[in-house]
């Protein structure tokens, strides 16, 4: 049986805040609740150039959700132009784009507040 990796990430942040482009996606239907609660979980995980490497498993359990449905949502949030995600080596890298340029600029940019 394969061990189980523990994984322990570091929030850089003092409270949650929510965007107003969140808060439009959500109302509008475009985006559910939970998958705006994601959002905010990778953004105060990603305030590093490394940006969030957590694993979907961390992701799922970080809002009680499973692996499957996080893969489902990071598509979601993909398609919305809200995630960015990048990888290098054998490390998935997450960020979030409140400006919505991942679509133009996928690979290279990433928003820091």
């Not at 322990?8 to 559910?32: C, I, M, Y």
């Amino acid at each position: 049986m394969a061990s189980e990796v523990i994984e322990n990430h570091e929030r850089q942040f003092t409270g949650t805040f929510a965007h107003r482009k969140l808060h439009d996606l959500v109302e509008s239907g475009e985006l559910p609740a939970t998958a705006a609660w994601l959002v905010m979980v990778i953004d105060s995980l990603s305030k590093t150039d490394r940006g969030c490497f957590a694993s979907n498993a961390y992701l799922g359990k970080k809002i009680h959700k499973s692996e499957s449905r996080i893969k489902v949502y990071l598509a979601q949030l993909e398609k919305s132009n809200l995630l960015i995600s990048k990888w290098s080596g054998d490390e998935r890298q997450l960020w979030i784009d409140w400006n919505g340029r991942s679509s133009s600029n996928k690979f290279t940019f990433h928003y820091k507040c």
